[in-house]
């Protein structure tokens, strides 16, 4: 008797602990009907700092955008003299505003991005199937904080350092994973409404 | 009785007059040589007197700054 309530003790535990497991991966709970990725991701910084040693030193302030998806460096960013010094680390901060374009195909069917929500502001874009009526869909990521917030990414180790001389040209570049990134969901039928999310995002900062 | 020291011609009036003539000749060298040597130094220093020289972006492209831009892509 006392062996048999082991065991049944012992699978309850286990069964709690599927349980948990699947409360925090709501993707087992709502997989995406299909995925896409955008034709055109813009992502703003607004600051570049290096570590010289003994401070951060200011190399860019402002707004600089770029699309990700045609790539390029970012406007103001570019040829910038930074102070005489030797840098060892990097910090990018960016704007949690991502104004995307994009559609996903299922069953045959593209759906497009609009810039009317599909949900809760900036994480869902409601979908539609005319392409003429493609538009831009302004996302952020919840988990960097509110929309237009500044969100700094993790400094950066810069190896070998970085030192300011007449031959330098120090070119690193912000690199964000954009491949099936769109997510297509919809409301239960028989009228279902369908609506264009945006996965988890994934930013590095690839040094030359 | 010791003669008063004066060049070599012995006359005071011609000597004088020599000094004077290497003094003027001597102050024109100098002037030549630091003209020519700040003109060096400004030209090496300053890429505007480069382009003066017609010679700025040789100057700024093999000697300029360090330079810094940030790129982005996706994948």
Redesign the interface.
């Known amino acids: 008797m006392t062996r048999r309530y082991c065991i049944f003790l012992q699978t309850m535990v286990v069964l709690a602990f599927a349980f948990v497991l699947m409360l925090r991966s709501p993707n087992v709970w709502a997989a995406a009907l299909a995925t896409g990725t955008p034709i055109s991701f813009k992502v703003t910084v607004t600051k570049v700092e290096m570590w010289n040693g003994s401070l951060w030193v200011t190399i860019f302030s402002g707004s600089a955008q770029l699309d990700l998806v045609a790539g390029g460096i970012f406007s103001g960013i570019g040829n910038l003299t930074p102070p005489e010094g030797t840098y060892s680390k990097i910090q990018v901060t960016i704007r949690n505003s991502f104004p995307l374009l994009g559609s996903v195909n299922y069953q045959g069917v593209s759906y497009y991005t609009t810039g009317v929500d599909g949900g809760d502001p900036g994480t869902g874009s409601l979908a539609t199937t005319v392409s003429g009526s493609q538009a831009e869909y302004t996302f952020y990521d919840p988990g960097w904080g509110n929309l237009n917030d500044e969100y700094a990414l993790p400094e950066q180790t810069i190896s070998p350092a970085f030192t300011v001389a007449p031959s330098t040209d120090f070119q690193p570049t912000l690199r964000f994973t954009l491949t099936d990134m769109l997510e297509l969901d919809s409301t239960p039928p028989p009228a279902p409404i369908y609506w264009i999310s945006l996965s988890l995002l994934t930013v590095t900062l690839v040094l030359p | 009785m010791l003669e008063p020291r004066t060049g070599e011609s012995g006359d005071k009036r011609a000597d004088s007059i020599d000094r004077r003539d290497f003094c003027k000749k001597a102050l024109k060298r100098s002037s030549i040589v630091a003209a020519a040597g700040a003109v060096g130094y400004l030209a090496y220093k300053k890429p505007e007197i480069q382009s003066f020289f017609g010679a700025r972006e040789a100057y700024a492209n093999?000697?300029?700054?360090?330079?810094?831009?940030?790129?982005?892509?996706?994948?």
């Open positions: 093999g000697t300029g700054p360090g330079r810094f831009s940030l790129r982005g892509d996706s994948n």
